[in-house]
């Protein structure tokens, strides 16, 4: 049975019994009640008992008061006796025995009203309930609590003249003006203990202050020369950020009709795509100062420096605010500062497939087709418990929020994001905190006056942030309100790479024409503004160490070259060797010719490297974000060549240079049978993993660029999958091996000449690999030398010779072919998605 009061303006004051009231335990399944809700088990007619201490503490204080007075009374006589001084203090502090009796009388009534439930509900329904309720018809809240301030201060004051009087031998009228006397004798002695102390705390003042300061440079208007015509290849984040702009230049457009001014804007993207050039083209547009926060100033040593940079920052924002008109301010790799750690990021112990990339919002969500958001709510619950471990599956038996959950985040002593604990917290708060009136004067002398404080102004702060890693970043940090436009800076488009080249090269001298430029944006599909550029300025350095002051096409390849495969090693292969490289090499160059539309070929070489002894490498020739299944079977054609080709040409032998070609076929081929529905079976190996009929936990996801060669699933069961996936794929695999050794069977007179060119040049572009097998000019090779029967004869007795010395490990009898009349070729640079050996 449960038991309420009721409320004051209801008459009387009588319990009324509620067998399901709000103290059931059945109505609140997380075991907390309401603010107004009664304890369970606690009878409300009758008052809680107090503990002994309670009972007893201001008696105890009392009879020490008592003592003291008596203490007081022998210390003011050379001789007196203690009883001598206890009678006489008998006589002249009766007071406390007044206070002692009322105090006592006090805890009689509660003594009583632990006991007769009666007594109490007449003395707190009638007698205090009643003037309660009068209080609250005649005085406002705030009037209550105003009255009993007064009430407090008169009463410590009439308490401290009473004992004043007491020790000065006077009344406590006159202690009260004798008091401020007593005060300033003692002066000399308080300065001294205040000097100590603030002698102390400005000490340490002083060194958070010093360490508070610096990693925030302020860049005024006529400091900034940067202009939205100097970001070249952002064109669609260059329009989506004008927006901010304007609404920065012209508020009362937007909030005279009810809006407001989006305050927060974050770029994300890789790095060099030039995030922190368009902040500063912001700046520079609108003529507003421009804040710079170095990402490693709120990296501090001491607790509480982060908080005070983060309070000291907005500060000055504020005041540049209001004297230009507006600010803008930059946070330079803002993961630093606005990740929370990675217990925040993890999730709870036990729950493995919560990791942070699963709560990332949904700007930052890889393409596809719509995710889940056809579903219904209750079919995405169900794949949303998928994800837990098989024993929190179990027990999430309801939708979020029905159970009580005992994780604990953030728990211990772990700060936040590589700052100190707080950084993030005051960062947010300023964002976008109570807006408080500012100014001393505003704030207290107002007030003391009984004015109310002038409301703060408006101040125009456009926060930017930039970052490569915004799944490390705080949700609370990306919600509307604090960042309200979430833009991502990805790579140029091929337009874009182009608009950057002819940027950079009109500053320097070169001799390229518009058709070269654009295949050099077409060669490198994944270059930034900042590769772009150093790209152009090694191509300077190329020249001027040749002698040269204008910049050619072949700079620019060698400085292509240079910047993405480094220098080649100074090794020479033995003879027979480099002829198994060139004949493997130009198998990948022959079959992705004759295979692969969706490639070009970008460079062949057979010069080794840090980590490859030859390597093909192509390039997409436009833009595409869907792949399809001709060509991935293209791309495993292209890597089985090498293998097709060593056993053809070398007898059936094969080098341990194919590994990496096997895997990545293999990688491809699975993927196709197992996940994207390219293969003989139609299931989902990670959805049948998720539900736990097949083994093993499901791979990562195709989470990068290009053909997303993602790590085949471990610990799979086969015998779970329908149709065995391992014989599944080693039938595809062998399917496209015999095809593969069919072309390069149709084409083995093209393999051995591009293998004579790489033998002679040692390197070839693309246009001259085509050039060799169509037996056509090209740009640096005259591939039409390559016609007649006669060097096909030679160079078919070359490889048999080569082949004999491969069998019996001696040198090759004959000489390579003598080298066709036609231009040497320059060294070229890499591409993307390269066969590499």
């Known amino acids: 049975m449960i038991f309420r009061r009721k409320k004051n303006d209801e008459p009387g004051g009588q319990p009324i019994t509620d067998a399901t009231g709000p103290g059931s335990s059945d109505d609140y399944p ?33 009879t020490v008061v008592w003592f003291a007075l008596v203490w007081a009374t022998m210390a003011s006589y050379e001789i007196m006796p203690f009883g001598e001084a206890l009678r006489l203090q008998v006589r002249t502090g009766w007071w406390v025995f007044v206070i002692a009796g009322i105090e006592l009388l006090r805890q009689t009534h509660f003594f009583i009203s632990e006991r007769w439930s009666r007594y109490h509900l007449f003395w707190t329904g009638r007698v205090f309930g009643g003037f309660e309720r009068f209080s609250h018809r005649r005085f406002s809240a705030w009037t209550r609590f105003r009255l009993w301030r007064v009430f407090t201060w008169v009463l410590w004051i009439t308490v401290f003249a009473v004992v004043a009087g007491k020790l000065l031998h006077t009344s406590p009228p006159l202690a009260l003006f004798q008091a401020p006397a007593l005060l300033w004798q003692a002066m000399p002695l308080l300065m001294q203990l205040a000097f100590g102390f603030f002698f102390v705390v400005f000490q340490f003042i002083g060194l958070f202050w010093f360490l508070s300061r610096g990693g925030i440079d302020v860049y005024y208007p006529d400091d900034i020369k940067t202009r939205f015509t100097d970001v070249w290849g952002q064109d669609h984040v260059v329009e989506r950020v004008k927006e901010n702009i304007v609404f920065l230049e012209r508020p009362l457009e937007i909030e005279e009709k009810g809006g407001y001014v989006p305050g927060g804007l974050l770029l994300w993207g890789p790095p060099g795509t030039g995030k922190t050039l368009m902040a500063e083209a912001v700046a520079g547009e609108t003529g507003k100062p421009y804040v710079f926060v170095d990402p490693g100033a709120f990296i501090q040593m001491f607790f509480g420096i982060g908080v005070l940079k983060v309070k000291s920052l907005f500060r000055k924002l504020r005041r540049l605010s209001l004297r230009y008109g507006g600010v803008i301010v930059f946070f330079d790799e803002a993961d630093s500062l606005g990740r929370r750690g990675s217990l925040a990021q993890a999730g709870p ?14 700007a930052f969500q890889h393409a596809g087709c719509n995710g889940t958001a056809y579903l219904s ?22 939708p979020p929020g029905t159970g009580r959950s005992r994780f604990v985040a953030g728990a211990g002593m772990g700060g936040g994001g590589g700052g100190d604990m707080g950084t993030l917290q005051a960062l947010l708060t300023e964002l976008s905190g109570l807006k408080k009136p500012r100014g001393l004067v505003n704030r207290y002398i107002r007030r003391l006056a009984g004015m109310q404080p002038k409301p703060p102004p408006k101040y125009r702060i456009l926060v930017m942030m930039a970052t490569n890693m915004p799944e490390s970043l705080d949700e609370a940090l990306l919600r509307p309100g604090r960042i309200d436009r979430i833009y991502k800076v990805g790579y140029p488009s091929k337009p874009g790479r182009v608009r950057t080249y002819q940027g950079y090269f009109s500053k320097v001298r070169h001799e390229l024409t518009d058709e070269q430029i654009d295949k050099l944006a077409t060669i490198t599909p994944y270059a930034t503004g900042a590769t772009i550029k150093d790209l152009v300025n090694e191509s300077l350095i190329t020249a001027i160490r040749d002698g040269r002051e204008v910049i050619g096409w072949a700079d620019v390849m060698h400085a292509k070259r240079l910047k993405q495969l480094g220098p080649p090693e100074d090794v020479e292969y033995i003879e027979r060797e480099r002829h198994a490289v060139a004949v493997h090499e130009a198998c990948h160059a022959v079959m992705a010719y004759r295979t692969r539309r969706h490639l070009e070929i970008d460079i062949a070489t057979i010069e080794k490297g840090s980590d490859y002894l030859g390597m093909v490498a192509s390039v997409k020739p436009e833009d595409q974000f869907t792949r399809w299944r001709s060509e ?115 084409n083995r007179h093209d393999v051995l000449a591009l293998a004579h060119a790489l033998e002679t040049h040692k390197t070839l572009t693309g246009d001259d690999v085509i050039a060799v097998i169509e037996k056509r000019r090209g740009p640096l090779i ?24 491969h069998a019996g490990h001696t040198n090759v009898r004959l000489s390579l072919p003598p080298v066709p009349e036609g231009e040497s070729p320059q060294n070229t640079g890499d591409g993307v998605a390269a066969a590499r050996t």
């Open 377 to 398: 709510p209750d079919v995405r619950w169900t794949l949303a418990r998928t994800a837990l471990s098989p024993g929190a599956a179990d027990t999430a038996a309801g």
């Open 782 to 805: 005259d591939g039409t030398l390559y016609q007649g029967s006669q060097l096909a004869a030679e160079l078919e007795s070359y490889h048999d010779a080569a082949v004999s010395a």
């Open 349 to 362: 112990p036990g729950q493995a497939g919560l990791s942070a990339g699963a709560f990332q919002p949904a």
């Open 632 to 746: 991935y079977e293209a791309d495993i054609l292209v890597s089985l060549a090498s293998l097709a080709g060593e056993r053809m040409f070398f007898g059936q032998d094969s080098s341990s240079g194919v590994s990496g070609d096997l895997e990545s076929a293999t990688t491809v081929a699975s993927l196709m049978e197992a996940l994207w529905g390219m293969g003989s079976g139609l299931s989902s190996l990670t959805a049948l993993q998720a539900l736990g009929i097949a083994a093993g936990n499901p791979g990562p996801r195709n989470g990068g660029r290009g053909i997303g060669f993602g790590a085949v699933p471990k610990g799979t069961d086969n015998r779970a999958v329908p149709g065995n996936l391992g014989e599944r794929i080693e039938v595809l695999l062998a399917t496209l091996l015999d095809q593969a050794e069919r072309i390069l069977t149709d």
């Open 30 to 62: 997380e075991g907390l009640r309401p603010p107004d809700g009664t304890s369970p088990g606690r009878d409300e007619t009758k008052r809680k008992r107090l503990s002994l201490w309670d009972r007893s503490k201001y008696l105890l204080l009392l």
